[in-house]
């Protein structure tokens, strides 16, 4: 590879004669003492003189100095290191500077290079090299170790770890992109719905995928809770939970609806109902809550211990979202009600209504549901559960005794009564379901003698 020289630091070592053309010098040794150096340039003769890379010079140092070259790229010819004598116009090209390394004493002198940029590789010497996305690589860093009467010479390599920006190929790198400033909001969003627009307000359904509803295994831990029947209606509460006398002063902020929201799987029903149906509903409860700290929790995992006939056992059960109040006496979050999510189309009308109609146990997916919702029941200390599919809403009171719902050896728990509501109605499930929440709460409130 053929280099012109040219070392330029704003001084010539001899200026030529009137009329005579310069001459590039060779590079002359750099003595070895730490105090020494050399400079040579090559005069300037206008606007029309091409830029001359320039060859590293060699650093001197002592026999155990360590020298390190780092090769970056500066951008624009702004750097107060770049070499002076390339140019003074705003045509001026931009430099990729070589920066020398320091001299290991703090008196020592700093060698300044620079390497004009180019189109053509430098080989090791090139400093940035431009990728696809206008991101720049950055060479590594050259640590020269130097002999020691004990050792040789080493050299070895460091890779500098630089942040890098992603442009397209089309935009200057020197142009910035940024946002335009906040604009002002209010301190709150505007409230100006009341409990009762929050819950009668029609939610925006989601689109469903007729091909989900697939049912997977469930645990078999479930076997040892039985199965739901007779199924009996059950009726509103009287009063409705407070529904018809909610306050009419309290304002509450709506919750948009997502227009994008499509439901296929167990996830996109959480997803997309919370905001729709559930979150709502969950606002005016927390201002309608008997004067207690009320907490409404994702995934809760709770743990029972149960007896089998191999000994006793511990049950696990993870629900979709629970609800419990704060105990002060007790310094504990004690749940009152459940809701499980399924897949759009666990929940079958037939299957429900064919138990509803004949007193039988609920068949087909609804099965492994029920015993799903008393485990679930049984490990909580609650009645009040309920699922919900994206497309139905089931609300359920479990009956019997607890000890019923459960059975030390699988598949042998006896079926136990259940009343139930099968809300269908988009219209109808923020009510419906505030209702049961808050029958839920006033139960356990008054199971623990809270009320």
Known sequence: MNYNYGYNTGASQGDSNPGEQPHPPLPLPIPSSSTGGYQQSLPSTGQDQLPVPELPLPIPRSSTGLYQQSLLSTGFSTDPYQSPGFGTGQDQLPVAQLPLPIPSTSTGPEYQQSLPSSSFGLGQYQSTTSTGFGSQYYGPAINIQGATPATSPQMTYTTPVFTTRTLPTNQPT?????????????????????????????PLMPIFDESSGTVYNSSAANDHYGAIAPLREWPLPEGLGGYNVLSDFDRYTPFPNNPLAATVTEADVISTTMNAIFNPVETVLSRNNYNCQIKAACEDSHTVSVPTHLGSVSHLSRIDRSYSYWDGQSQMWIPFAIIEFKRPGALVYEEWRAAFANGTEVGGKGTKLCRQLKKYGYGL???????????VLLLLFLDGTREQWYHADTSEARSTPAYFRWIYNPVEMKRNAYVFLRDALRWKLRQEGRL
């Open 381 to 391: 200390v609650t009645p009040f559960v309920g699922a919900f599919d994206g497309r």
């Open 174 to 202: 020197s142009t910035t992109i940024s946002f335009p400033p906040l604009m002002q909001c209010p301190a709150t969003l505007p409230a100006d719905y009341t409990a009762r627009m929050m819950l009668d307000h029609p």
